[in-house]
């Protein structure tokens, strides 16, 4: 996985360090995410079937990776067989070689893009520009982070720390930089930011020879790609330019047609709480006369194949990128999505980037442990995707087995160097719980002695007490309490 301008992000405690303390961004959070998650509640309750089509959906996505050898084969025919061209990228430098050279062989210098996680996971916009091939984001919120010379900060709003007035400063500012000027005058009401936007970019709409997409879905009995959005921008540059390419991560098959219905049932009312997304794009190969005469498929592992061989963190890839985690997340909320030092932020980025990226770096290593474990993600995911149970796991891999950093094609755990004080006290508390006994007397021991125990911990551990309350502890021990007040017969004897 490309580092992209993440590349030497500290960890995630430092990196959230200044957004927590901002208040403007915290508003602006604040109020798009309770927004957003309130109208997804209204649309998933209208679904009496809603627990069903998440377990088919959890299903569907477990029955594809267990065989996406098989599926991606199928995929490759029926796309070749469509008249497209299928590409295999095994990262990100590959990937971007690829698109480059494409980009090349028609001999233009700009494409027009549909919003994608996968060429921002990739770097694909800057990996063109440093080729010379400018890459036109077309999404409107993606425009908002392109002309801010910004980052991306949700999977589904990536603008979502931006308010209004800012928006129309960026726009003022930038517009003429890239092209078409933004109106005189223009002010921060939303009709005016999008009339601006629109008349931007329908001139690169007309003029562009080449559309670039990610995907949502691959059907591979049929090899056709599908994405859904809500402004009709992706179907500009689904079906104007000459030649296009599609960069997907070879997670994103369903097999059939029947499978994707649950996916367009559940995906729109989980990300923008929409019934149905107003523009649903499908195509398959090329067709004589109508859209792009020209079709590429450019498959990307990127980490994918590590992150199918651990069987807890396999789940993260039956992800649909609907981004209801995010707007339920309290850590999210409080420390925005650039902290998560990926495109991906978020509940899912926390499981999702230190298994494409391996732990090898101070932010994948801090990663899974940016969450309270609240289960809040788990509840809304539309693929029940168990976060918590992923994130559990993966600080186990860190604390157990040390960073793990990738060699060629695999991930290696190696021999953890820190955390020693850590490791020390999970062996003796497992230690603990496997011997009752001295558990009891321990808690016994703990409770008579209770008056004397410090209110800071002392050494290295200061730094963790200073800033919190240590609980105290209780004068009789809970099984104690228990036995005297219920007669219950203390099965730790
Ligand atoms: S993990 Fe689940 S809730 Fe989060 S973006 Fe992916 S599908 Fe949506």
Redesign the pocket.
Known sequence: MSGGTFVGMPSFPEAAHDAVNNQTLRANLRHATHTIRGKRAKAVAEMSDWAELREAGKRIKDHTLRHLDRYLVQLEESVTAAGGVVHWAVDADEANRIVIDLVRMTGESEVVKVKSMATQEIGLNEALEAEGIAAYETDLAELIVQLGKDRPSH?LVPAIHRNRGEIRDIFAREMSEWGRPAPDGLTDTPAELAEAARLHLREKFLRAKVGVSGANFMVAETGTLVVVESEGNGRMCLTLPETLISVVGIEKIVPTWRDLEVFLQTLPR?STAERMNPYTSTWTGTTGGDGPQTFHLVLIDNGRTDTLADEVGRQALR???????LNVCPVYERAGGHAYGSVYPG??GAILSPQLRGTASEIDASLPYASSLCGA?YE????A?D?PEVLVHLRERIVEGGPATREGNKVVLKPAKGHAAERAAMRAARWAFGHPGALRTGQRLASRTRRFHPRTLPGPGRAWSDTRDLPAVPAEPFRDWWQRTHGGKDTTK
């Open positions: 999977i989980s992800c649909i990128r609907c981004s209801a985690c509940p899912i993600c809304v995911c539309p693929v995707i976060i």
